[in-house]
C-alpha cells in the first residue's frame, strides 16, 4: 500500500470515528445499525483494512448519507 493510500485510509478511519462520536454511538451501537462486526469498524477507523464498498454502504446507511458524503473529507 502506498503512503498516499493510506492516509486516504486514515482520513475515512477519522471521519466515519467523528461521525460515530457525534451521534454518540459506540463501535458496538453503530455495529448494531448496520450489521458489521465491531472489530472490523474498529479496523477501519484506525485505517487498518481497506473497506469495501457494501462496508461503506452499511455505514453511510447507518448514519444516514450517501456513499459520497461518508467519503465528503
Do not use: H, W
Not at 6 to 35: A, D, M, P, V, W
Not at 55 to 66: G, V
Amino acid at each position: 500500500m502506498q503512503e498516499s493510500d493510506f492516509e486516504e485510509l486514515q482520513k475515512l478511519g477519522k471521519r466515519i470515528k467523528s461521525l460515530r462520536k457525534s451521534k454518540k454511538y459506540t463501535l458496538t451501537e453503530l455495529c448494531y445499525k448496520n450489521g458489521l462486526e465491531p472489530s472490523t469498524l474498529s479496523r477501519i477507523e484506525q485505517a487498518i483494512v481497506e473497506p469495501k464498498y457494501l462496508t461503506l454502504l452499511k455505514i453511510a446507511s447507518a448514519f444516514n448519507l450517501s456513499v459520497s458524503e461518508l467519503l465528503n473529507f
